[in-house]
């Protein structure tokens, strides 16, 4: 395996950084050895996550808060996940197109990730595309989420400033205080403020935050006409006005549930015996790898149904477990695509769907490492008690 092109995109090489996301998405021998690469040199980026409902602006103000980052010297970054195909499985790139006058700029780099399916507003490699960016010194890492609605808030794992995007017109007054997406943000920017209606989305928003207990740290509502620059300023000025960095891997996020779940995977015998690793994890979130040996082939020389569905859930297992208290599967549903050979490196990537205080639900996609290719889908359920793992008492 050539692994030079991995240095390469640590030192900033464009071209060397586009072939490890493909790389990245993909899985495999070659995303294992860039995620290991890329560890110690995370957290000095600004991770700014933009999200809102479809048709909102988001493009085109990030498009303009890229100007006004490159006019102050920083670096930027931006992983824009789009919907995807449902013929190729690939991005649409609408959101691309919109930034493309930023495109030919030395110090810009913008990629679009297909959400595949994925559900949370981003695409399954995403958390590993920041952590590239943030390695290969960028000094902002822009991530535009796919239009999203009241419960799509993933970003939150990822990003050290959440702007939420509020376009006029989006419903009744009781829309700004029960959209769940809503209470995810560090920045609310009214877009499209040359409208009519944007003095009332702007009031309604504050109306929202003063029913709020807690008055110590309230949202910024900044109004925004992106296409002309607007407001654009001031927005990137309370942005890098912020100090936190590295939220995503701070204690109780992606670093502690990838030490947690660690000794959980270690702890597990049917892991053990099946010959599963752990690749990287995060709240909610898992990626297994395992090899398809001799002892996983049924009689029909392929591997057994059974073992995928041991691989899918362990990963589940992780990734429900994950908070800190106890998850079990109470329901579990298997569908094979694709036949497995002895030899092949699977995937299995597991991540939340929606979790309330007692029922998660959880999806798990299990691919082969060598072409993407599509191998299985686990829809599983949980129950949440209220207490920790059991691995969790053996500190």
């Known amino acids: 395996m050539n692994t030079a092109f991995i240095q390469q995109a640590l030192e900033g090489d464009r071209r060397a950084i586009g072939r490890a996301i493909s790389a990245l998405e993909n899985g495999g021998e070659s995303a294992y050895a860039i995620r290991h690469a890329m560890a110690a040199k995370q957290g000095r980026a600004h991770v700014i996550g933009v999200t809102g409902p479809p048709g909102g602006g988001k493009s085109t103000l990030v498009s303009a808060m890229i100007r006004c980052l490159r006019e102050r010297g920083l670096t930027v970054a931006v992983a824009a996940v789009d919907p995807s195909s449902p013929f190729t499985g690939g991005a649409v790139l609408g959101d691309r197109i919109r930034m493309g006058d930023r495109q030919s700029d030395e110090g810009v780099f913008i990629r679009s990730l297909a959400s595949r399916g994925h559900l949370g507003g981003l695409a399954t490699a995403a958390s590993d595309v920041i952590d590239l960016f943030d390695a290969s010194g960028f000094d902002v890492v822009i991530v535009e989420t796919v239009g999203a609605g009241q419960s799509e808030v993933e970003i939150t794992r990822y990003a050290d400033t959440k702007i939420v995007v509020c376009p006029p017109g989006l419903g009744d007054d009781v829309q700004a205080i029960k959209a769940g997406i809503l209470e995810i943000a560090d920045v609310f920017v009214v877009t499209k403020s040359d409208l009519p209606d944007s003095r009332k989305t702007e009031a309604d928003l504050r109306a929202m935050l003063a029913l709020r207990k807690e008055k110590n740290a309230l949202p910024e509502v900044l109004k925004v006409v992106a296409t002309t620059g607007e407001g654009v300023d001031t927005l990137v000025q309370v942005l890098t006005q912020r100090t936190a960095r590295g939220v995503r891997h701070e204690i109780g996020g992606a670093r502690e549930a990838y030490r947690q779940l660690s000794k959980y995977i270690a702890a597990d015998n049917v892991a053990n015996l099946l010959g599963m690793e752990l690749v990287a994890a995060s709240k909610g979130s898992t990626t297994l790898r395992m090899k398809v040996q001799r002892k996983h082939i049924n009689f ?96």
């Open 300 to 395: 029909n020389g392929k591997c057994h149904g059974g073992i995928l569905f041991s691989l899918g859930d362990m990963a589940l297992g992780l990734a429900c477990n994950s908070h800190g208290q106890l998850a079990t599967l109470v329901d579990g549903q298997l569908s094979i695509s694709t036949a497995v050979d002895e030899g092949d490196w699977l995937i299995a990537h597991a991540y939340e769907v929606s979790r309330s205080r007692k029922i998660g639900s959880y999806q798990v996609r299990i691919s082969r490492a060598s072409d993407d290719a599509h191998i299985a889908l686990i829809h599983g359920t949980v129950y949440v008690l209220d207490r920790p793992p059991v691995g969790a008492n053996d500190e």
